[in-house]
């Protein structure tokens, strides 16, 4: 006979550590809690879109930065088979724009490795990285 709405369950003979609303609160709980390391600016930031398309193709790349007093420079490079591409430009530290953008047109089919650097003259203090296709 199935028990009805109103019957009272018998008590657990053990506690229950964590209850139901508890598991509902771990994901906002881990939310809480990385958002600090989520939000901590890298020093760049690279974004390429479309990631895969077909060619002759068109790509948008987006550099994001944080410079700091010691960055002179910001350098792009575009690396496949048959195709490269690099840009290179001057920057005055803090002073630099936090966003950069290039667009490439008519990039033939291949794979692509695309690099973003930034740092002072000698080197690089930070790089970026991410692979595209172009069909």
């Not at 048959?82 to 490439?104: H, Q, V």
């Amino acid at each position: 006979m199935a028990a009805s709405l109103t019957e009272k369950r018998p008590k657990p003979s053990h506690p229950r550590v964590v209850s139901d609303l508890d598991y509902r609160m771990i994901p906002f709980l881990l939310a809480t809690l990385l958002q600090p390391i989520a939000q901590s600016p890298r020093p760049i930031a690279l974004t390429v879109y479309p990631r895969i398309s077909f060619a002759p193709a068109t790509i948008r790349i987006q550099v994001r930065m944080q410079p700091i007093a010691s960055d002179r420079h910001v350098r792009v490079e575009t690396d496949g088979e048959n195709f490269f591409r690099a840009t290179e430009y001057s920057i005055e530290g803090e002073k630099a724009p936090k966003l950069a953008s290039w667009t490439i047109p008519d990039l033939p089919s291949g794979s692509y490795t695309v690099v973003a650097g930034i740092g002072p003259w000698s080197g690089y203090r930070a790089q970026d990285r991410t692979i595209i296709e172009v069909r």
